[in-house]
């Protein structure tokens, strides 16, 4: 059991995804409105959100592929980046389930990420999906500031999501999610005489899809805006934002034989949160609370792509950039490497991913790891390196080929 201060668990949670933490930034010079870090350098600046779990990667498939997978062709796990493509499944029911142990780097050994989601299409044109998203955070003997214990918990956090998808053309697709979000770091403790309650939201994800035939090969292309939704609170105080996502993403499958496939993809994502800001005027004198945490969630989509303190130069280092390649012999045995890449001074992550996956009838198994390719002065080394991520996957319409009699 770990001993560990209540607010160490917002980090904990937040170096799933963003593991450099804003540097404290100053007005160099002064009244010129130019902010650098305390050593002279360029202000890392990046965004946080509460329950950073919902930009995890769950399925080993795309996490091989750099995560990039808004425009890969359809399967069971399609429901966390584009439900849309769901109309172009090809059989009628899917179940796919992925474990992954998390922050194994960190010396953590009970952190994990489970994941299960499957489709049944209801006819040709349409098709629904479903997921449930379990994020554990272990057993934690909490403590205050003095390292003084304050009682035991198991913190976590869960998302269950319903979507459904609807063809509009022979190769054109729409697709929505519905969720809700229940995150559970703390409830029942206090800091600073404030008490802590679970965080309840609800958002949704809207995807389309689109899909050029060419000869031998397929050109696709996919959108995906996530996590719309209200925002979350811990305390009576503050409420947090969703992490707001746009994806884009394109991928090329061409078979090179009667054997052998070729898919190249990348997608681009940007988070659609308000970017901190470094003025001090920037902050509602009753309150304390900075004027950017409060926006409605329509303003705070639109702003997030002109609010940057650096101007459009900024706007640009928050986009994250996902490259991969997968190759299939014979449709039964896959190997995948992606490559996945952000700005320093928004995250800093940057890794190579790597996977194989094996078909056999019923059965589907993937799997993928991470290395580490980004130095960071923050840290000795990125926290998710040495991710693995194992998936299993069923395909009911196989169990009805192999028992229908001849």
Not at 110 to 129: E, M, W
Not at 382 to 396: A, C, G, H, Q
Request: with cysteine.
């Amino acid at each position: 059991m770990r001993r560990t201060p209540i607010f160490t668990l917002i980090m904990i949670c937040t170096l799933a995804l963003v593991y450099e933490v804003n540097g404290q930034c100053i007005e160099s010079p002064p009244g010129s409105g130019r902010y650098v870090g305390l050593d002279g350098g360029p202000c890392a600046n990046a965004i946080p959100t509460a329950v950073p779990f919902l930009r995890i990667t769950p399925d080993a498939r795309s996490g091989a592929m750099g995560d990039a997978g808004v425009a890969i062709s359809p399967d069971a796990n399609s429901m966390h980046i584009n439900t849309s493509k769901l109309a172009f499944v090809e059989n009628d029911f899917a179940l796919s389930a992925t474990y992954s142990p998390w922050l194994r780097s960190l010396g953590l050994q009970d952190v994990y990420l489970a994941y299960l989601a499957g489709y049944k299409r209801i006819n040709d044109l349409q098709t629904l999906g479903f997921s449930l998203r379990y994020f554990s955070l272990g057993d934690i003997q909490f403590t205050d500031e003095n390292g003084q214990p304050i009682g035991n918990g198991r913190p976590n956090e869960f998302e269950l999501a319903a979507g459904f998808s609807q063809k509009l053309g022979e190769n054109f697709s729409v697709g929505v999610n519905g969720k809700f979000i229940y995150s559970n770091l703390a409830a029942g403790q206090e800091v600073g005489g404030i008490e802590i309650n679970p965080g309840i939201a609800g958002a949704v994800d809207l995807s389309l899809y689109y899909r050029v035939p060419l000869d031998g090969s397929d050109l696709t292309f996919g959108l995906a805006l996530s996590n719309l939704g209200s925002k979350i609170s811990y305390t009576k105080v503050t409420n947090d934002y969703l992490p707001a996502n746009f994806g884009l993403g394109a991928a090329w499958e061409f078979a090179l034989d009667d054997y052998n496939t070729l898919t190249l993809t990348g997608d681009i994502n940007k988070l659609m949160v308000p970017t901190p800001q470094h003025d001090p005027e920037d902050v509602d004198p009753q309150n304390g609370i900075a004027d950017y945490r409060e926006q409605s969630l329509f303003k705070s989509v639109l702003s997030s792509w002109s609010d940057a303190p650096e101007g459009f130069s900024e706007e640009l280092k928050e986009i994250t950039y996902s490259f991969g390649a997968e190759y299939w012999y014979d449709k039964q045995f896959a190997l995948r490497a992606g490559y996945f890449s952000e700005h320093r001074l928004k995250g800093a992550r940057q890794y190579l991913t790597l996977g194989l996956g094996l078909k056999y009838n019923v059965f589907g198994i993937n799997m993928s790891y991470l290395i580490s390719t980004g130095g960071n002065t923050a840290l000795a080394s990125n926290p998710l390196d040495k991710t693995l991520r194992f998936s299993l996957l069923f395909d009911f319409s196989a169990v009805d080929e192999t028992t229908t009699p001849n």
